[in-house]
């Protein structure tokens, strides 16, 4: 593949990945409201999601989805069912300090990477943004389109997994200020939970 496509690419997709959505409210999240080794897992969880998609895609099962009305739907309303659920989970977890002796609990780093691949998985939008992306990128004259997918799937997925984990650096950072702030710690859940409920109403609430 030429390398100008490639860096046109990857300077695309690093501006659709730093955009507010889903994927990096997520990793905010958890960064914030846990600590950023719960940011990095939910982070690799999320990456490792995108696999699914970027075969998805090389295989043309994403365009069946999309032109379906009922798969795309099931897929929507699953994603969107699913971080309604993360939402009431945290509201639940409303009264639990950011280093309170309760919040121990949550630190489960392999529940959390399970977490961001069945988030990403049942996140339509991702699919989506293959479809309508990848095809400006491809050339099909230089033949084995597949491979060329694969290779801007990766970089998609490389690219991704670098910044979500410089976010929840930043985010531990800006965990440390809150947690000096009593009255911010004690509602950090309710904030996620309120975060991860938007989300889910927007995701059930969008067209293809």
Known sequence: MDITVVLSYLGVVVFLTLMPGPDILFVIAQSISQNKKAGIATALGLCSGLIVHISAAALGISAIIYQSAIAFAIVKYAGAIYLLFLSFQSFREKDTNLNGTNNKRLFNYKALYKKGILMNILNPKV????L??????????????????????????????VIFVGISILSDKIRYLLDHNSFIAKRINVIKGSILGAIGLQIAFSEK
């Open 127 to 130: 699919s989506l943004l293959f």
């Open 132 to 161: 309508a992306l990848l095809p400006q990128f491809v050339n099909e004259s230089i033949g084995n389109v597949t491979g060329q997918v694969f290779i801007l799937g990766m970089i998609t997925m490389l690219q991704a997994l």
